[in-house]
């Protein structure tokens, strides 16, 4: 089906999520989408079983399930808590066929009632998570929406044009190679592109892999408050860390600057699009560090700069604090998780 002439109100899903919206639909109401296809699932970036409802169109990366014996919520968190590896196939794109789906045997509590109440307390976390980021996105919505008032729709006549680089210092990660010699379970924290492409917030609280300390010498130890910018796989994302981390040569940090992170993080989020154009109008795979120094921008004053700051500083910190809600709550949920599903932990009545 070509989508692109086809634009309208129905969610057209794919084996991750919603991709686009069409002008029909092939299912109604409430089912459990599983995803059949790609990399996710392996590395769960994100859920592989989710739901999907109301009137939807569905394409052919992703299994429909639907069950008349156990609600769609308990299938979706039985699957969250199951290793797939068994059942996959494909060595360069992994796979979930329908036949091994079907061989995927299901251990759920013989009780009803044992079933919903444990659906009720892990639907109740997720309800608080939901919350805290639709929160945080109408606070990231109102940061963007001052950035752009005050320095993209009303900029001081007086200010004076400038390039980027002359007033920020920007500069590369590093990589020690061959990376796999240096991939630990443990040591110090290694920021991978694929940490954030699905993080919502500006903040960075974990990844996945950690380097020895002999990498240290061919890499860029960055401190907790640092911000970085996607410069490859998935360039122009700027993120916060939270916690100290190794950047690979894929991230571009900010050592000097004379505006504030929260200034630069959205500068970089408005002006994405721009440095897209910059490379021919697609999704480049590498930004240089030229385009960035190059970048002609208006230069504020020190009065305007602070008070923007005093005005966003509060809302990127009430960020913060609801995205170290979702961490101890997501952390709370995937421990409890397994333990309920195994009949470890009862629910009580």
């Avoid at 299912?27 to 995803?35: A, D, K, N, Q, T």
């Avoid at 399930?65 to 609600?71: A, L, P, T």
């Avoid at 500069?171 to 040591?187: E, F, L, N, V």
Wanted: charged fraction near 25%.
């Amino acid at each position: 089906m070509e989508r692109s002439g086809r634009k309208g109100i129905y969610p057209y899903y794919g084996a991750s999520g919603i991709i686009d919206n069409i002008d029909d639909y092939i299912f109604e109401g409430e089912h459990v989408l599983i995803s059949e296809d790609g990399e996710n699932l392996r590395t769960r970036q994100t859920p592989i079983a989710f739901l999907a409802n109301g009137k939807f169109w569905v394409n052919n990366h992703a299994h429909i399930v639907k069950s008349d014996y156990v609600h769609n919520r308990l299938i979706c968190y039985y699957f969250a808590q199951l290793d797939l590896n068994p059942y996959i196939t494909g060595a360069v794109q992994p796979k979930l066929s329908q036949e091994s789906l079907n061989k995927i045997p299901i251990y759920l509590p013989i009780s009803i009632d044992e079933r919903n109440r444990i659906v009720g307390v892990l639907s109740s976390l997720d309800d608080k998570i939901d919350l805290l980021h639709r929160e945080n996105a109408t606070l990231e919505a109102l940061a963007e929406t001052l950035f752009r008032h005050y320095f993209i729709e009303n900029p001081n006549p007086d200010w004076k044009e400038g390039k980027l680089g002359d007033y920020v210092d920007i500069k590369r990660g590093g990589s020690p190679r061959p990376i796999t010699d240096y991939i630990a379970s443990s040591g110090y924290r290694w920021l991978k592109i694929s940490d954030v492409t699905n993080i919502d917030s500006p903040y960075i609280f974990h990844t996945k892999e950690y380097i020895k300390e002999s990498g240290l010498k061919k890499t860029v130890l960055l401190n907790e408050g640092s911000l970085v910018l996607s410069n490859s796989a998935t360039p122009g994302i700027p993120k916060i860390l939270c916690v100290d981390s190794c950047i690979h040569d894929g991230w571009l940090y900010f050592p000097k600057s004379r505006f504030s992170k929260y200034y630069l993080y959205l500068f970089f989020k408005f002006i994405r699009q721009d440095l897209i154009n910059l490379g021919n109008g697609s999704i480049f795979t590498n930004l240089k560090t030229d385009i960035l120094k190059k970048y002609v921008i208006n230069i504020p004053d020190c009065t305007s700069l602070d008070k923007f700051e005093s005005i966003v500083s509060p809302l990127f910190e009430k960020m913060l604090g609801n995205t170290e809600q979702i961490f101890a709550i997501e952390t709370q949920r995937d421990a409890l998780l397994p333990r309920l599903m195994s009949g470890e932990v009862m629910v009580e009545k």
